[in-house]
């Protein structure tokens, strides 16, 4: 392949051997061993070592990304620059870094008077359109501003130049020695982009869901404004495709990433900036993750407040909720988040650690972001990388282990379209808090099947938000032996707790303590997360242990051998915890006491 953006900007890049590298997706993102860590934040850049010895494997570099947006400086500032984002990634991952992503954003120009002041004429004749031409367009055609105010204007992600110009990018990050790419703000602006590729891409939409197109036009300027009138029309049809534009940019610049390097990660900001806003996000800025993950190698969601602790005023935050939401509408693909307090970029330690426990019994990876102050490096370090070594430790207790799911919540996630309100994520943290088990699941994996034998017991907001086919589904599983419950009625938990009537799980304890269950042959796997950590500044926190936490635990094994306990935290006891059993039907009812809880453990009890 000819690299012409080299050519062009006459750039000679002295390139490692071997720089691009293969990357084994599935181990690599395994959940334990990633490491995910930001490797800037503010004035502190380029902090990839400080990321590795924290315990990343897996970095968010700046690498090209500036010149993303600000546009390409001049050939040779262009080299220099290059040429030391090659040499860092190289330093990074002789560190230990994995893989590495550059930035880049999706939709941001910034200066538009003067970004393609350096172009050279080689350059510049690869793109047939001025770049005034490549923004996001109202209703009139005229350029729309962005949200972000100042020198920020969004481009178009449907523009063919814009793409093209994303490829030149993207391939300089990947031959720096880059492994993929990490997309910020892959947004289109609440008013909708209505340029005249958007609309002819929105007529095909419409013909491949079945509406009849009755538009003749064949000036451009009158085909253009009857399909805006089309989008006026059909304002909820407008809305389900402005979320397919970021989603089919991703799979465009994907495909050609792969041409470069077969295995390039390409993955991107899914929002989701707090819980509540799942669907508005999606009507707002069309940010909607099940269509994102549908192109995306791995789902990243930036939340700013739930990280989970609790405040003075006794308030408690989890993002374990968020995290079996994210897994019913993510097609399976690894799920990854930073969950920050109070938008505070810095997270004191004990937090992270919790953090890190959270994602990891939910299935997923926390991101880090360990671009500290040098007076808090070493610290911050030493009391995060145990946490590290522990989840690498134990990556086989955290993969390929089945949830125990008593209750399984539909999440309707079709009906972002028709309210801002997702009910679903309300029940979710109910469940959550009391130590419920159970999954979610959406519209597109609709099968109300056993779970580990055992049928679960099918919570839903209210039976008018299924459709006929899901209503029969649900009545069939009824006539099996399923217990329906509905979240229109204000005792539902209650009802919950009695339809169990032999749940997975009791816990006896402070209520701050959170239990999550998962099965593998001959183990069950009992993760307890305490979240009575008060965050008191950006890099101190207070832990206030929970104490004599006791389990009664129902495992599919016919015989116990061994409960251990197993935790990164200094001040817990591990190895053997005395427990009683008693046979229940084909498996046995475990009972046993944790003497105390820092931060997390898991307890593992074995056939």
């Known amino acids: 392949m000819k690299h012409w953006l080299l050519n062009a900007l006459a750039i000679a890049i002295a390139m490692p051997t071997g720089h691009v590298t293969g990357v084994e997706i599935p181990p690599a993102l395994r959940v334990g061993r990633a490491g995910h860590a930001f490797d800037h934040l503010g004035g502190f850049g380029d902090q990839a070592e400080t990321a590795a010895a924290s315990g990343a494997t897996i970095i968010y570099a700046s690498g090209l990304g500036g010149l993303v947006y600000e546009g390409v400086p001049s050939g040779e500032a262009f080299g220099r620059h290059s040429r030391a984002v090659a040499e860092y990634n190289r330093l990074a991952k002789q560190?230990?870094?994995?893989?590495?992503?550059?930035?880049m954003c999706a939709t941001s120009i910034v200066g538009l008077d003067t970004f393609d002041a350096n172009w050279s004429e080689m350059l510049r004749d690869n793109f047939k359109s001025p770049v005034a031409?490549?923004?996001?367009?109202?209703?009139?055609?005229?350029?729309?501003?962005?949200?972000?105010?100042?020198?920020?204007?969004?481009?178009?992600?449907?523009?063919?130049?814009w793409r093209r110009y994303h490829q030149l990018m993207v391939e300089q990050q990947l031959l720096t020695g880059h492994d993929g790419i990490f997309f910020d703000n892959p947004t289109v602006h609440p008013k909708g982009c209505y340029c005249a590729h958007c609309m002819e891409k929105f007529a095909t939409f419409l013909h491949e869901n079945g509406t009849k197109l009755d538009i003749e036009e064949t000036d451009r300027d009158l085909r253009v404004e009857a399909l805006r009138k089309l989008a006026d029309e059909h304002p909820?049809?407008?809305?389900?495709?402005?979320c397919t534009i970021a989603r089919d940019f991703l799979a465009h610049i994907r495909d050609f990433a792969r041409t470069i390097n077969p295995h390039a990660l390409i993955t991107c900001n899914n929002s989701l900036n707090v819980?509540?806003?799942?669907y508005r996000q999606a009507r707002m800025y069309a940010y909607n993750i099940a269509e994102l993950s549908k192109a995306g190698d791995l789902v990243v969601v930036e939340d700013m407040v739930t990280q989970p602790r609790v405040t003075a005023d006794g308030k408690v935050f989890e993002y374990g909720p968020t995290y079996k939401q994210l897994h019913a509408i993510s097609h399976g693909k690894p799920i990854v988040a930073v969950a920050l307090a109070e938008a505070d970029y810095h997270t004191p330690p004990n937090l992270v650690r919790l953090a890190m426990a959270e994602a990891a019994a939910n299935e997923a990876s926390y991101l880090s972001w360990p671009a500290w102050p040098e007076a808090q490096r070493e610290r911050m370090v030493a009391a995060i990388r145990p946490q590290a070594d522990f989840l690498r430790q134990h990556e086989a207790l955290l993969n390929d282990a089945a949830g125990r799911a008593d209750v399984v919540l539909f999440l309707p996630f079709r009906r972002w379209v028709e309210t801002e309100v997702c009910t679903a994520s309300n029940?979710?943290?109910?469940?959550?808090?009391?130590?419920?088990?159970?999954?979610?699941?959406?519209?597109?994996?609709?099968?109300?099947?056993?779970?580990?034998?055992?049928?679960?017991?099918?919570?839903?907001?209210?039976?008018?938000?299924?459709?006929?086919?899901?209503?029969?589904?649900?009545?069939?599983?009824?006539?099996?032996?399923?217990?329906?419950?509905?979240?229109?009625?204000?005792?539902?938990?209650?009802?919950?707790?009695?339809?169990?009537?032999?749940?997975?799980?009791t816990v006896a304890g402070p209520s701050t303590v959170r239990a999550?269950?998962?099965?593998?042959?001959?183990?069950?796997?009992?993760?307890?997360l305490n979240l009575n950590v008060e965050r008191l500044s950006s890099f101190e926190d207070k832990v206030t242990p929970a104490t004599d936490i006791k389990l009664t635990v129902r495992v599919p094994l016919k015989s116990v051998r061994e409960v251990k306990l197993l935790t990164a935290d200094e001040n817990e006891t591990t190895g053997t915890l005395e427990f009683d059993r008693q046979q229940d039907g084909d498996g046995s009812l475990v009972t046993l006491t944790v003497p105390r809880l820092d931060v997390s453990a898991m307890v593992v009890i074995e056939e």
């Not at 230990?96 to 992503?101: D, K, T, W």
């Not at 105010?149 to 178009?156: I, K, L, T, V, W």
């Not at 909820?236 to 402005?242: A, N, T, Y």
């Open 95 to 103: 560190a230990g870094i994995e893989i590495a992503l550059g930035y």
């Open 133 to 161: 031409e490549w923004l996001q367009q109202d209703r009139q055609g005229q350029p729309l501003p962005s949200w972000y105010g100042g020198e920020y204007r969004p481009a178009c992600m449907n523009h063919p130049d």
């Open 236 to 242: 909820q049809e407008f809305m389900r495709f402005r």
């Open 275 to 278: 819980p509540d806003v799942l």
């Open 427 to 505: 029940l979710a943290t109910a469940l959550s808090q009391a130590n419920v088990q159970y999954e979610v699941f959406s519209e597109e994996d609709f099968k109300l099947s056993p779970r580990g034998g055992r049928i679960p017991v099918l919570l839903v907001e209210s039976l008018s938000v299924l459709t006929p086919a899901e209503a029969a589904e649900v009545e069939a599983f009824r006539q099996q032996g399923g217990r329906v419950i509905t979240a229109d009625a204000p005792d539902w938990l209650e009802q919950v707790r009695a339809a169990v009537a032999r749940p997975s799980l």
């Open 516 to 528: 999550v269950m998962r099965d593998q042959p001959k183990r069950t796997i009992l993760h307890l």
